[in-house]
């Protein structure tokens, strides 16, 4: 049977491997992060203007990236994740932030809480199909009002240099267990989430337009300024392996 998404990461080896591995200095991963705390700052910029405060909620929080991030932008921030392991390592990179170590998809969840802001990293693309949805209305009732806004991304556009490697994933799947590496979420599967979930789409953002191989051969520098233009509105955006999704109520 196929380890469930909410076990994977169980355990203090598995979290600090994410931790140091994942987004590792000099990572490809670490270098699209960079761009993506510019496009995230730009929706807090946006926010602002109605919301003179911002409560945040960072779902999936993990060992807390985004939630150390929103810290310092935001009035207060609370990160919510199931595992243990990897709430301890992200409670060491806050001062003001809270973490909650719970599962917000149980029958018998509460709302704890109403946030203006509600981000969601690396969750939908990972996580079992049947779960899409259901976390997605989660977060949509956590929503104070209909300026509040969503942001959540994809990490496994198809339509982006992944499309070369379907052919190798989709065998390298055949007959094994379900795992969270070579997978694909499209465009038209998000909007149909969306609308089951009563959320609009306000915008889509992209970055990682090339690829960790092109980025090891050009050099981190060299590398970051081609995405950084290709993370322009424009034609490259689309084609881009990560997409930030701006959501808020319908």
């Known amino acids: 049977m196929a380890e469930a998404y909410s076990k994977h990461f169980e355990g203090d080896d598995r979290a600090a491997g994410y931790e140091s591995g994942e987004y590792a200095p000099g990572s490809y991963a670490e270098l699209l992060w960079r761009i993506e705390q510019d496009q995230l700052r730009a929706v807090l910029a ?14 999936a929080s993990g060992t807390g990236r985004i939630t150390a991030m929103l810290e310092d ?23 003001r932030g809270k973490i909650l170590c719970r599962n917000i998809l ?20 990972n996580a079992e199909p049947e779960l899409r949805a ?27 240099h992944k499309l070369l490697l379907w052919p190798y994933h989709r065998i390298r799947r055949l007959g094994r267990k379900r795992v969270t590496t070579g997978n694909y979420l499209s465009h038209g599967q998000i909007m149909a989430l969306l609308q089951s ?15 960790p191989k ?8 060299r ?25 808020k109520l319908a």
């Open 46 to 59: 946006e926010l602002r203007i109605v919301k003179p405060r911002i409560d945040a909620m960072d779902f």
């Open 73 to 95: 932008q935001v009035d207060a921030v609370t990160g919510i994740e199931i595992s243990e392991s990897m709430c301890e390592l992200a409670r060491r990179k806050l001062t």
């Open 106 to 125: 149980a029958p018998d969840a509460q709302v704890e809480g109403k946030y203006d802001l509600i981000t969601a990293f690396r969750f939908f693309l």
């Open 134 to 160: 259901p976390a997605l209305i989660a977060l949509r009732n956590r929503l104070r009002e209909r300026d509040s806004a969503l942001v959540f991304n994809n990490h496994g556009n198809p339509w982006s």
């Open 197 to 211: 979930a009563g959320l609009r789409l306000v915008r889509v953002t992209g970055c990682g337009f090339y690829s």
């Open 214 to 221: 092109v980025a090891k051969i050009v050099g981190d520098k």
């Open 223 to 247: 590398a970051e300024r081609w995405e950084r233009r290709a993370a322009q509105p424009g034609w490259r955006n689309r084609w881009c392996v990560n997409q930030m999704y701006v959501t």
